[in-house]
DNA sequence: GACGGTTACATACTCTGTGTACGTACACCG
DNA sequence: CGGTGTACGTACACAGAGTATGTAACCGTC
C-alpha cells in the first residue's frame, strides 16, 4: 500500500478533486464548449495554473470526469446484471440499469451528449470500447454462446446496439426532469422489442 | 420568375457556390473544427471577409453546407421507396438507399459525424426533425396505419430508429474505402432484424 | 534548525481563430 | 458621368487555450 500522505499531498488531492467535482458540475451544466477553464478555476478558487499544473490541458480534465462516469456506470450496471439466469435476462437488467443510469443528469448528458463533442467521435469511441461498448458485446457474446441469437454478423451488431443505446441515453439526457421517466420506460419497450428482433 | 441577372450577381452567386464547395471538401477532410474561415476563403482564393459578406457565422457556412446535404438525401431516398406495394417494403427500399448514401464521404461524415460537433445537438437535431428523422417518423406511421407495427410508443420509437440509423452511418463513415460495403451490408442485416422485432 | 531541492500553485505572456467595423473599387442606374 | 449600392478586402477587438516563468510553502537531510 502506500505510505502515509504528506500534508502536501493530502492538499494537492484535495484540490484536484475540488477541481474535477466543479468541472463535472458545470461541464454537465453548461457543456464542455461553453465552460471556459477559467470558469473552472474560478469555481474552485484557484487559477488556471492550478488547473494546467494537475492536467494537460483541458480535454484531459474532461476525460479524467468522463473516465471516472464510465467507471461507476460500468460497475453499476455490471452488479444488476449479475446473479441472472442467461445471458439474455442478464442483459435486460442491464439495459434496465443502464436506462435509470440515463436519467442522472452527470452520466446521461456528460457521457452520452457532450463526450462525443469534447473528444470527438474517434476518441470517445476509444473510451466507449473499454466501457459501455464492452459490456454490450460482452453480453451478445454471451448470448451467443448460449445459443439465444440470430446470425447477426459479430462486431457490427455489437455497434449498432451501442449506437442504440446511445441514442436512448442521448434522448433521455435532453428531456427535463419528470419527463425522463416517461421517456425512459417508452425506450425500455422499444428497445426490448428491437433486441427481439435479433433472438434466435 | 426571377428577371434575367446581372453579371455582379452571377459573380457573387459563383464566388458563393465555390465557397459552399471548398467548404464542404475541407469540412468532410479534416472536420469542422480543425478547419478555419481563413483556411476556406484562401482556398477559395478570396478573403474572409467575403465568407462573412455571404454568411453570417462559421456555423452558418457549416448550416449551408448540412442543409443542401440533407435535402439532397431526403430526395434520393424518397425516391428509393417511392412505389413500393406496403409500407414496409417502402421503409426497406428506403433504407437501403441511405445507407448507400452513408458510404458516400460528404453524407455520411459531414452529417451524422461533423454534424452534432458543429452545431450542438439540439440545433442538429432541429434539422434533423425536418429531413432524417421526418422520413423515418413517415414510414412508421404509414406501417402503423397500414397494421403493420406493433404497438411501440409513438414518438420515441421514431426517434430511437432515427438514431440507429445514425449509428449505423457513424460505423460505416468511420471505416475506410473498401471496408465500408462490408459494414453497410452488416448493418443492413442487422438494421432489419431489429425492425423486424417491432412488426406486429 | 538552517538549508537546498521539490512541489503546488500564481502570474504574465503568446498565439490562434472568430467576429466586427470600416474602407474601397467596380458594376449598375439615372 | 456622377451618384449609389453591392461585393468584397483590411484592420482591429476579443476570448480562450496553451506556455514560460516566478514564488512561496513544504519536506527530507545534515
Redesign the interface.
Given at each position: 500500500m502506500s505510505r502515509p500522505k504528506s500534508r502536501r499531498e493530502l492538499y494537492s488531492e484535495a484540490t484536484r478533486a475540488a477541481l474535477l467535482e466543479t468541472a463535472t458540475a458545470m461541464f454537465a451544466e453548461r457543456?464542455f464548449?461553453r465552460t471556459s477553464l477559467d470558469d473552472i478555476a474560478v469555481a474552485t478558487q484557484v487559477t488556471r495554473g492550478a488547473v494546467y499544473h494537475h492536467f494537460e490541458s483541458k480535454q484531459a480534465v474532461f476525460e479524467a470526469v468522463f473516465d471516472a462516469l464510465e467507471q461507476d456506470m460500468t460497475a453499476r450496471v455490471s452488479a444488476a446484471a449479475a446473479g441472472q439466469p442467461d445471458a439474455w435476462q442478464a442483459a435486460m437488467a442491464a439495459l434496465d440499469a443502464f436506462l435509470d443510469l440515463c436519467c442522472e443528469d452527470r452520466y446521461g448528458r456528460l457521457c452520452w451528449?457532450e463526450g462525443?463533442?469534447a473528444l470527438?467521435?474517434?476518441r470517445w469511441?476509444d473510451y466507449e470500447k473499454k466501457y459501455a461498448f464492452a459490456l454490450i458485446d460482452g453480453f451478445l457474446q454471451a448470448a451467443r454462446a448460449e445459443g439465444l441469437l440470430?446470425p447477426?454478423?459479430a462486431p457490427?451488431?455489437s455497434?449498432?446496439v451501442?449506437?442504440?443505446l446511445?441514442?436512448?441515453g442521448?434522448?433521455i439526457a435532453?428531456a427535463q426532469g419528470a419527463d425522463r421517466r416517461a421517456?425512459r420506460d417508452?425506450?425500455a419497450?422499444?428497445?426490448r422489442?428491437?433486441?427481439?428482433?435479433?433472438r434466435a
Open positions: 457543456g464548449a451528449l462525443p463533442l470527438g467521435w474517434a469511441m440470430a447477426v454478423p457490427t451488431s455497434e449498432l451501442f449506437h442504440l446511445g441514442g436512448a442521448r434522448i435532453e421517456l417508452d425506450c419497450v422499444t428497445i422489442r428491437m433486441l427481439n428482433g435479433m
